[in-house]
């Protein structure tokens, strides 16, 4: 069974950086897409970025573009999310998903395209 653990959320100022580790465990990081996605307290889940294993092919949600960059460590199974010049409307749980059938396109991904999900990691961006 595929298990996801992120981590390295935490409390940072406005325009400071983070990095978002996502580590998958009962599989291979190449047979899967991974997506990251965020929700804030009283809002609907957003697709932030998701990353193709096949290529390397890449999505961002307007919201993070240029600030945010998604890649892999194939020898780690970890995906990273470096989050940079973060806002206050940044806030939220951040949670990791894969998927084996999924490909990410220039429209995003939803949550439902994914099958295995991570517990999340808040990210509290504040002064």
């Known amino acids: 069974q595929v298990q996801l653990v992120e981590s390295g959320g935490g409390l940072v100022q406005p325009g400071g950086s983070l990095r978002l580790s996502c580590t998958i465990s009962?599989?291979?990081?190449?047979?899967?897409?991974i997506g990251w996605f965020r929700q804030a307290p009283g809002k609907e889940r957003e697709g932030v970025s998701c990353?193709?294993?096949?290529?390397?092919?890449?999505y961002y949600g307007d919201s993070v573009k240029g600030r945010f960059t998604i890649s892999r460590d194939s020898a780690k199974n970890t995906v990273y999310l470096q989050m940079k010049s973060l806002k206050p409307e940044d806030t939220a749980v951040y949670y990791c998903a894969a998927d084996p059938d999924y490909y990410c396109s220039e429209y995003g991904p939803k949550g439902t395209d994914f099958t295995s999900w991570g517990q999340g990691t808040q990210v509290t961006v504040s002064s």
């Open positions: 990353i193709n294993s096949s290529d390397d092919s890449t």
């Open positions: 009962g599989s291979t990081l190449d047979y899967h897409a």
